[in-house]
């Protein structure tokens, strides 16, 4: 069967003064078309390297990454900066939208950049399914901060990627926008048969995805 994500021993160091400290030891995950996965564990524990390594951010000392049938392990920064606009969508803790554009202008920047020229996807139509409809014309100082992380959550989408990468979504938001923000990332999982990757500490949002990993001491577990 193909996998829509794969990595296999993936192996990550940092530089900590005279010591190589191994954040990723080898790190191993398979996520299938329409699986939603969640990682947990410590703060400091690797979530957000393993995040970027599978992102193609970062790059790692060893192991394989596949998006699909992509080895991204073999490619160079262009080819990643292609592959991201491509098949990767992201959504960060702090939604990190662009201040001078409205919600609607956030959407159609990415739907310029992204290349999928046959499968493009309305703006007003992924407004509309994350209730941002009425956000529209509105910057991002006078929304809401669930309505700021819908909003990053319809710009994740709108360049249709084969993979959603979430690092605490909902560590700004209070329980009930949380669980909204969660709900739509599986809604978009489940709809168009992606496969997504979240890191969270929220416990409450759990038992909305398929599978739950933890990641502690450099090793991945399946919980
Ligand atoms: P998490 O997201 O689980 O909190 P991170 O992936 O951010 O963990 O960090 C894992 C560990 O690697 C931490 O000990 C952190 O201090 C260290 N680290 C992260 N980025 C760097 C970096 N660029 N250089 C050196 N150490 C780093
Ligand atoms: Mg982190």
């Not at 954040?23 to 690797?46: H, R, T, Y």
């Not at 609607?104 to 407004?127: A, C, F, H, T, W």
């Not at 014309?137 to 990468?165: C, V």
Request: aromatic share 4%.
């Amino acid at each position: 069967m193909e996998y829509a994500l794969q990595l296999q021993d993936v192996v990550k160091c940092y530089q900590d003064g005279d010591f190589q400290k191994m954040v990723l030891n080898n790190v191993s995950l398979q996520v299938k078309k329409g699986e939603f996965v969640a990682i947990v564990g410590p703060s400091g524990s690797g979530k957000s390297t393993m995040l970027s390594i599978t992102g193609a951010l970062l790059s790692a000392e060893g192991g394989k990454i596949m998006i699909g049938d992509t080895k991204v392990h073999e490619m160079n920064q262009k080819e990643w900066t292609k592959l991201r606009n491509d098949k990767i969508g992201f959504i960060f803790q702090n939604h990190q939208l662009i201040p001078y554009l409205t919600a609607g202008e956030q959407l159609k920047l990415i739907q310029k950049i992204s290349r999928k020229k046959d499968v493009k996807l309305s703006v007003d139509e992924m407004l509309e399914d994350l209730g941002l409809a009425h956000c529209k014309n509105k910057y991002p100082e006078h929304m809401s901060g669930g309505e700021k992380q819908r909003t990053a959550i319809a710009r994740a989408f709108m360049n249709n990627p084969d993979l959603i990468l979430a690092d605490e979504p909902t560590a700004s938001l209070d329980g009930e926008r949380g669980r909204q923000v969660v709900t739509m990332i599986r809604q978009e999982v489940k709809k168009r048969n992606k496969a997504a990757v979240m890191v969270t500490h929220d416990e409450r949002v759990l038992d909305l995805v398929d599978t739950i990993y933890r990641l502690e001491n450099g090793v991945l577990t399946k919980l």
